[in-house]
């Protein structure tokens, strides 16, 4: 763990700041879910909580299962990282941040559909060797917004029947993520 020479002293009602750089650095929001976890050496370890990051796993294998149906590049994110890919080299993509423009797609909950022909960078390093993306958010049962599942293409377009198959895994994995 590293030092940052900040201290910060609970409050009456047991709360602590976290401070603004440290929020930034690790793009902590008002709102966001944090897990809490004790160390046996006392440490308080606060971590973001992300339902689809919880279903790592799962989402590999869902979007494996795509990938190899489809014949597409499949990429599956949270609010703030790349979870799950296939058919994409894993070394280009996999646990690598999101972009700020991915980020901000998500949060407007649009859909970037088969007829969109503006790419969206998918990480802030994505050099974009494709021609063709579909984002569709992926929402909870409980209406947040917690990721998106992506299909790339470097040479097919992609039609609606593709967009249609990643509205129902959105709609899928948003309801698998608690």
């Given amino acids: ?13 047991g709360r602590v700041v976290i401070p603004k750089e440290i929020r930034k650095t690790l793009r902590i929001r008002e709102g966001d879910p944090l897990e809490i976890f004790t160390a046996r050496d006392g440490e308080i370890i606060l971590k973001k909580y992300s339902p689809i990051g919880e279903l790592d796993k799962f ?18 994110t949270d609010l703030d990282s790349i979870i799950a890919t296939s058919k994409v080299s894993k ?3 996999k646990d690598k941040p999101i972009s700020v423009e991915l980020e901000r797609y998500i949060e407007s909950r649009d859909i970037k559909g088969s007829k969109d022909s503006k790419l969206v960078p998918i ?5 974009m060797e494709y021609n063709h993306q579909i984002i569709v958010p992926i929402v909870s ?3 947040d917004c917690i990721g ?5 293409s470097s040479e097919e377009e992609l039609t609606e029947k593709e967009e249609s198959i990643l509205k129902v895994g959105a709609n899928f994995l948003g309801k698998q993520a608690q």
């Fill in 1 to 13: 763990m590293r030092a940052t020479g900040i201290v910060r002293r609970i409050d009456d009602l």
């Fill in 59 to 76: 989402a590999q294998e869902y979007a494996e299962t795509l990938g190899e149906l489809l014949g597409f590049g499949i990429i599956i």
């Fill in 91 to 93: 070394s280009n993509y």
């Fill in 123 to 127: 990480h802030k390093e994505d050099s």
């Fill in 141 to 143: 049962l409980s209406g």
């Fill in 148 to 152: 998106c599942i992506i299909m790339i």
